[in-house]
Each structure stands twice: as C-alpha cells, then as structure tokens.
C-alpha cells in the first residue's frame, strides 16, 4: 500500500511540474531580432522580450574588417547588445575597409591597369616652337590585337586650337612610354572622343602583355560605399587613396572643372585627387572600376567621378 501511494505521489508531482512548464511556455512573450549584410538576410534570432539579445557568427567581406551591427544602415552608432529587447527589430553589418588588404590588391594587380598619360602640344611659328604640355592618368579597359587600350578623359587627350602637332604619350607604372593616339573606328569613321562625357578611348601597340592588366567593372557605387581613388595627383606617381561616396549631384563646369561638359549626375567622394587625377580610376572595396575621375573640389577636399554606368 505504501509503495502505491508513493507511485501516486511521484505522478502527481510530474504532472504538477510539467504543467507549470507548460504553463510558463505560454506566457513567455517572443520577438524577433533579424541580422542583415548588404541588405540580405544574414541571420535570424528569436528571442524573449526582456532579455539580451544573443549575437550571431561575424560576418565576413572581401577587404573589408566587420566593426558591429547597427539599428539604421545609415547611422553609424552600434548596437548595445547588453540592452534588453522589447519589440521586434532589425540589425545591419557594418564594415570599414581595410587597408591592408587593399592595398596588397592594388600593389599586387590594380596598379597595372593604371598609367599616365602626357599630352605634348607644339605649334610653329617662324623659328619658334612653342610647346604645351599636361599630364593626366588612365585606366587599361582591353589589351587584344596587339593593342593596349586605355580610357582617359577627353579633356587630358584634348587637342587646342593653334597647336598644329600633338604627342599622346603613356607610361606604364615601370616607366616604360608608349606613344599613343585617340582610337578611331575605321568601319564608321568616328573617334572614340566625347567631350559631353568627358572620355576617350587611347591606344598604342604592345606585345609585353606582361605589364599590364585589364581592369575589372563593377557597378555604380551607393551612397556610403568606400572607393579607392588611383592617379597621379600633384605628379606623385601611382597614388592611391580611400574615401566614401557622399553622393550623386550635377557639377557646373565653374565649380569642379571648366574643361568638362557633363551634364549628368556625377560621384561626389572624399578620397583625395588632383590636377593629374583626371581619367585616373575610381575602384570598389574589391579592385573594379565603378568610375573616371574628371574634376573635384579643392577647398573641400571632395572628387568627381564619372559612373560606370555612363562610361
């Protein structure tokens, strides 16, 4: 008898138990946390409210070093995950790039799709040459046939009035010059110069493909997305230097460039460029021309770049 009353006991114990288990269960209020990166869907974390929540795996970019999750994308603050939760809500990867990285791309590949490129102008008078000469920087789009073909702005490459001769010279990052001229479609008769986009397309005969490499594209960049600038800004040669895409604006000719006749959105960014910018390349976080640099703003520090999208 004892022994049954004791099984009695223990059963109605359990039941007691499981049913305040049950009971606990149901009254517990969920949220949901979601962990994006670029806007897709990188995890997602069911949690009590009232309670931390648990963070997932680091994230991880090409080039890039993951700082921590913010609420906005576009806010810098990040996330306290010490906080306790009370509602449903989104988090966002941030990155910053890194440099190291980077700039292991750019030594190792990048720089050898960038030249520079010398517009030598020289017109006669009498026993008199007179002799103009401006620089700017280029980027290598294609080698094939036996030809290197690089796109520049028009404005470097632009052949001024008076000036019966011109010398289109590039310089390889070895120092190596090739003479060049403005790529000419022999079928339709028309040169690959537009000063309403502010580009040409140059080329010189080569055989050492060895020395340099074709560019990748990418896409047109977003606002806050880093890029790296690549030229020869104040004469420094191969210069290569980081910052963030501000925005897309019209820039007027007096304000970022009188040589330029864009009329089109342009990228606005903060890595550093100058006279000798000009056709350099605008690169992604991982090596791809995203636009052509063509003017910017000196007091404020701020570049111009033509999109991809246009080029």
């Known amino acids: 008898?004892?022994?049954?009353?004791?099984?009695?006991?223990v059963v109605v114990m359990l039941t007691s138990l499981l049913c305040s288990c049950s009971f606990l269960t149901e009254t517990l209020s969920f949220c949901k946390v979601n962990f994006y990166v670029d806007n897709e869907l990188y995890a997602t974390k069911d949690v009590v409210?009232?309670?931390?929540?648990?963070?997932p795996k680091n994230p991880t970019k090409e080039n890039m070093v993951f700082i921590g999750w913010r609420t906005e994308e576009e806010k810098p603050?990040?996330?306290?995950?010490?906080?306790?939760?009370?509602?449903?809500?989104?988090?966002?990867?941030?990155?910053t790039l890194d440099a190291v990285a980077v700039s292991n791309m750019v030594?190792?590949?990048?720089?050898?799709?960038?030249?520079?490129?010398?517009?030598?102008?020289q017109h006669t008078s009498g026993t008199m040459v007179e002799t103009q000469?401006?620089?700017?920087?280029?980027?290598?789009?294609?080698?094939?046939?036996?030809?290197?073909?690089?796109?520049?702005n028009a404005h470097v490459v632009k052949k001024e009035d008076g000036y019966e001769k011109q010398t289109?010279?590039?310089?390889?990052?070895?120092?190596?010059?090739?003479?060049a001229q403005i790529y000419k479609n022999k079928n339709k008769n028309y040169y690959a110069y537009s000063e309403d986009f502010d580009l040409a397309l140059i080329c010189f005969k080569y055989s050492r493909n060895h020395s340099f490499v074709e560019i990748d594209f990418g896409e047109d960049p977003k606002v806050g997305d880093y890029v790296i600038a690549i030229g020869q800004p104040d004469g420094l040669?191969?210069?290569?230097?980081?910052?963030?895409?501000?925005?897309?604006?019209?820039?007027s000719g007096n304000e970022g460039s009188a040589a330029s006749k864009i009329d089109f959105d342009s990228i606005i960014h903060n890595a550093y460029t100058n006279h000798?910018?000009?056709?350099?390349?605008?690169?992604?976080?991982?090596g791809r021309l995203v636009g052509v640099s063509f003017a910017g703003y000196p007091t404020s520090g701020y570049g111009c770049a033509i999109p991809i999208s246009q080029i």
């Open 133 to 152: 000469i401006s620089s700017g920087s280029g980027v290598v789009i294609d080698i094939s046939d036996g030809y290197c073909y690089v796109l520049t």
């Open 237 to 251: 040669q191969n210069t290569v230097t980081y910052g963030k895409v501000a925005g897309f604006y019209h820039v």
């Open 168 to 179: 289109i010279t590039v310089e390889d990052p070895l120092g190596n010059a090739y003479e």
């Open 77 to 95: 603050v990040m996330y306290d995950f010490s906080s306790r939760v009370i509602g449903s809500f989104d988090l966002h990867a941030c990155f």
């Open 1 to 9: 008898m004892k022994r049954i009353l004791s099984l009695i006991l």
């Open 107 to 121: 030594a190792q590949n990048t720089i050898y799709s960038t030249v520079e490129v010398i517009n030598k102008l």
């Open 49 to 55: 409210i009232g309670q931390s929540v648990p963070m």
């Open 276 to 286: 000798g910018s000009s056709g350099g390349a605008l690169l992604d976080a991982n």
